[in-house]
């Protein structure tokens, strides 16, 4: 993990091979096309059940959304070690307690032709 990002091949594989199991709190803002502020943010947590560097990487959601899996982006990019704490999601008020791991992606809406 490092903070050298590689545009063609954003899967750290020794990265990949520690995640299985392990708890990741998730960010996510959404952007309307050319936006500098998101129109929408979401926050999730959950164990890594499966890590695939083509499908991504395939959470079991906790909390409020038990029972539910959510598939992350094959990009290991943005994962980072998280400090011990507790985390609390603006989103819902939960809170995560020591989360291994956190991540955040944009999403942009690409502009219309």
Do not use: C
């Not at 909390?63 to 598939?71: A, E, I, L």
């Not at 008020?93 to 989360?99: C, D, M, T």
């Amino acid at each position: 993990m490092s903070n050298d990002f590689n545009d063609e091949h954003p899967w750290d594989t020794s990265l990949v091979k520690t995640l299985v199991g392990r708890l990741i709190l998730v960010g996510l803002a959404y952007f309307d096309a050319g936006a500098e502020e998101p129109f929408k943010q979401q926050q999730l947590f959950g164990r890594v059940v499966h890590a695939d560097e083509r499908k991504g990487i395939l959470l079991s959601l906790e909390g409020q959304r038990t029972g539910q899996q959510f598939n992350l982006p094959p990009d290991t990019r943005s994962f980072r070690k998280a400090e011990p704490g507790e985390y609390r999601l603006r989103t819902t008020g939960e809170v995560v307690v020591n989360p291994d791991f956190t991540v955040t992606f944009s999403i942009q809406k690409q502009a219309k032709s």
